[in-house]
């Protein structure tokens, strides 16, 4: 962005001008200038072009594609055997792409991979770890394989974080998988990463550990940028600021889970429940203008309506549910699930439902 | 080199929390032991044998034959298996550096066993008048450490190439075993065993080490096929990204 900032001042070069005057003119403004612009562009910090990953004839991922910003927390949503964990292994300079090529913070995956693998934090899926040393000792061998400045200080500050202070002497290999995890998740911070890959960091953690994990990726994600994989869709909804789903080594569909909801819903979707017969206020509905569609409900006098786009036919259907008699027990809108969405976006030509 | 030593630190440390390592330092101790104890008796008894540095050693060779691969087996297959491996190699730390420093710790872990056994030339030498040969024992164990640093890259590089110790182990021990008995074909005269000959591992030692020889070949002979098995370990670790 920089190199272009010169044609812009050429116009302050006035001709009466004494030449010392406009040289500090100039380079005060345009430093003011590049400050502006770092803080108003968003730093790409993961820029992923048509990676691709054969292991034999086998592509685990094809021509993918994207990138992400200082601040922004990545989701990376897909079946399992999607390429997550492949993608995941090329950024964090764990094997080459077959072809195809990725920066991170900048720096090549391949031919820089060291200057990669200093600034990338990394929780694998399968957490590594020495059972046999405790959460300290591990954290200290990483420390200075990292060559962490004021190791000591980091280490308290990074148990604190994931709060695990109280086992910092415990071995690992007596520690639960939920602190197991903590500690992998330590580990992949202890060096203040500028991007922060993490492969499934919430599995095998209990509720209440996966809300305060979330809530930490979360504050990291503010002034980093994270890349994280998961196959549960609520935390990609929670978590993340874009959503990447990926099936097949490719790449589905990307956009911000608000986005993707209302792109995929459509036409919004009632359910209407009364006290009367399924039949009976189907009928009814069915005849409606604005209603495209009537189906049975899960139970007896519940119906699904789908109204044709744009309409609002809530206060028609509470109107002729009323008119004709019936009880109306309820009427509310069903938002289509980030679930639905992944599962008709992955769903590779599924068998049509056989009617019994 | 930092990155070297902070990995053969952990290793080494790693060693003494180890059952492995005892099970190692304690066979060692206990066959040399017998050993000795065996030598010393029927020396007092009054047979031929002139007792020098070179009881505790033979035996000792022999024992480290199936001890290092029994300490290099788990250096890169544990850490293979349990994914510790991806985590090293996501450090901004180089292949041969893990190479290099998993070697180094299991040298240094080996150095002190070995230094261990320098009790019993120090117990012939005070049973012994005027005692025992100094020379012969400075070559003999130097002799000792550049074999010793060979064959645990030898185990190192094997133990790059599976996920599993127990198979590291087994081809390790064949390897050394093969290097072992690859000089009893060097006796006749054609060029085949010349080469074997020269390639037997036992033999550089056995023939003039050992017998207070100390010679630029033979220290170069330990020393490049160290490196070279070194050397290959960190080809087998690198290759391991391409898969």
Known sequence: ?356 | MRNVWIIASREFRQYFISPVAYAVAASIYLILGGIFFINIYFAIRGSQIDPDGRIVLGPLVTILLFATPAVTMRLLAEEHRMGTLELLLTAPVRDWEVIVGKWLGAFGFMLVIVAFTWVYPYILNRMTDPGIDQGILVSAYLGLVLLLSTMLAIGVLISAMFKNPMAAFFVALAILLVLWIVGSLGSGAGVGSQIAGSLSLVDRYYNNLYRGIISLPDVLYFVSLTILALVFGSQIVESRRWR
């Open chain 1, 1 to 356: 962005m920089t190199w272009v900032l010169p044609f812009l001042y050429s116009d302050r070069r006035g001709k009466y001008a004494p030449k010392e005057a406009v040289k500090s003119t100039y380079r005060r403004q345009r430093a003011v200038d590049v400050l502006f612009l770092r803080l108003s562009v968003k730093q790409v910090m993961i820029q992923v072009e048509g990676l691709t990953k054969y292991y034999g004839d086998h592509p685990a991922i094809v021509g993918l594609t994207f990138h992400a910003g200082v601040g922004e927390i990545l989701g990376f949503l897909g079946p399992n055997g999607a390429g997550k964990t492949t993608t995941m292994r090329i950024l964090t300079g764990y094997m080459p792409p077959s072809s195809g090529t990725a920066r991170v913070a900048g720096y090549d995956v391949v031919d820089q991979s060291l200057e990669v693998r200093r600034r990338v934090g990394y929780l694998p899926e399968t957490v590594p770890l020495y059972p046999e040393m405790s959460v300290v000792e591990y954290l200290e061998f990483m420390g200075s394989l990292r060559r962490v400045k004021k190791l000591d200080e980091r280490i308290e500050a990074v148990l604190e974080e994931v709060s695990l202070e109280e086992r910092a002497g415990s071995f690992i290999g007596n520690l639960s998988k939920g602190l197991r995890q903590r500690v992998g998740l330590a580990q992949a911070l202890l060096h203040e990463p500028e991007v922060l890959i993490l492969d499934e960091p919430t599995i095998g953690l209990d509720p209440a550990q996966i809300i305060e994990v979330r809530k930490l990726i979360q504050e990291i994600g503010r002034s980093r940028t994270v890349l994280l994989s998961t196959h549960i869709l609520s935390e990609a909804q929670q978590v993340c600021d874009r959503v990447l789903i990926i099936n097949h080594g490719e790449i589905v569909v990307e956009d911000s889970p608000g986005n993707l909801q209302a792109q995929l819903a459509g036409a919004e979707r009632l359910i209407v429940v009364t006290a009367s017969e399924t039949a009976e206020l189907a009928r009814l509905l069915e005849r409606l203008p604005g209603v495209a569609e009537v189906k049975q409900g899960m139970n007896e006098g519940e119906v699904q309506v789908t109204c044709t786009a744009g309409n609002d036919v809530r206060p028609l259907i509470a109107r002729k549910v009323v008119e004709a008699g019936m009880d109306l027990l309820e009427l509310r809108p069903v938002g289509v699930s980030l679930e639905d969405i992944f599962l008709q976006l992955t769903r590779e030509e599924a068998a049509p439902p056989v009617e019994a």
